[in-house]
């Protein structure tokens, strides 16, 4: 039980990594590698926000998502946008985010060095008992703020205009602008998402593991595997699998080895690409038309 109590935090910061992932593929049909990255972008901002300018935590982390919002739309807008309207090759789209991604690696290595950096925690650090368990108030932080952020995903996808017209353009892209849905624009929102989500999982993992410049790329991948598992493209499997795949790496590092976590994810998704391409998490669901 303490292993899956450990495995909850990082088990958020994946799902709302894998919800990025989900959010620009089921809109866009973009793959966006630069997702690792903006997690990255989101912790340094955070560390200037909150330790260097000494705003308070919350507003640090508004604000860090805002920034990134802002970006992801200028990088839809600006680079992957005309791609697609010149109908280039997925490939190339995808090799657009890798080039954006190591863009931001060396603007994060310009401005705050190779240094690694940390943010002190705003809660306190001493472990909250229950019975034989334990869990700290950053942990506790972390799940309270990336459950909130998901539950806010769902009202805005299902209650508000924008939210309907993402989920109409990622079900079926063209019936959607026949009935008027500017397509476009719900890319440029689902980018703005995924990035503050980003945003907000850097600066939660922030106080638990040191900020560099090249933290994105393990971030990232393993955000990727948590979307494959739950379903890319699904936001209720983002979800799922981003847990799934937390306590999965806790009980593996624990019963096992910390040594073989990385290898033992990696294996659990092509164990998932081979039986059910689909993802653990995804419904399939047929209509007559």
Same mark, same amino acid.
């Given at each position: ?91 190339? %789209?995808? &090799?657009?985010?890798? +080039? ?10 310009? #401005?705050? @060095? !190779?240094? *690694? ?99 994105? %790329?393990? &971030?990232?991948?393993? +955000? ?10 699904? #936001?209720? @499997? !983002?979800? *799922? ?49």
């Amino acid at each position: 039980m303490q292993y899956i109590l450990n495995g909850l935090p990082i088990g958020a910061i994946y799902a709302l990594v894998a919800l990025g992932f989900s959010l620009t593929y089921a809109s866009a049909g973009v793959l966006n590698w630069a997702q690792g990255d903006i997690v990255m972008l989101g912790a340094f901002l955070g560390f200037t926000f909150f330790q260097i300018m000494n705003f308070g935590f919350s507003v640090s982390l508004c604000i860090s998502m805002i920034t990134l919002a802002v970006i992801g739309i200028m990088v839809q807008f600006f680079i992957l946008r005309p791609l697609q309207k010149r109908q280039a090759p997925e490939i190339n %789209v995808v &090799i657009a985010t890798l +080039g954006v991604a190591i863009i931001m690696r060396n603007i994060a290595l310009v #401005i705050w @060095g !190779a240094d *690694a950096q940390i943010i002190p925690s705003p809660v306190s650090n001493n472990p909250i008992q229950f019975s034989m368990l334990s869990i700290t108030p950053q942990d506790i932080l972390i799940i309270a703020i990336g459950i909130l952020l998901m539950l806010i995903l769902q009202v805005f996808l299902k209650y508000t205009t924008e939210g309907r017209a993402l989920r109409a353009v990622a079900q079926d892209r063209y019936a959607a602008i026949v009935m008027g849905i500017d397509a476009e624009r719900s890319d440029a929102i689902a980018f703005a998402a995924s990035s503050a989500l980003g945003a907000a999982a850097g600066i939660l993992v922030a106080p638990v593991f040191f900020i560099t410049f090249n933290m994105g %790329v393990g &971030i990232g991948l393993k +955000g990727f595997v948590a979307a494959v598992i739950g379903g890319l493209g699904s #936001i209720p @499997g !983002a979800i *799922a699998g981003g847990f799934f795949l937390g306590v999965i790496e806790s009980l593996a590092g624990g019963q096992i080895s910390s040594g073989y976590r990385d290898a033992i994810t990696f294996a659990l998704l092509i164990l998932v690409l081979w039986l059910k391409p689909t993802g653990l998490f995804l419904q399939k669901t047929r209509q007559k038309v």
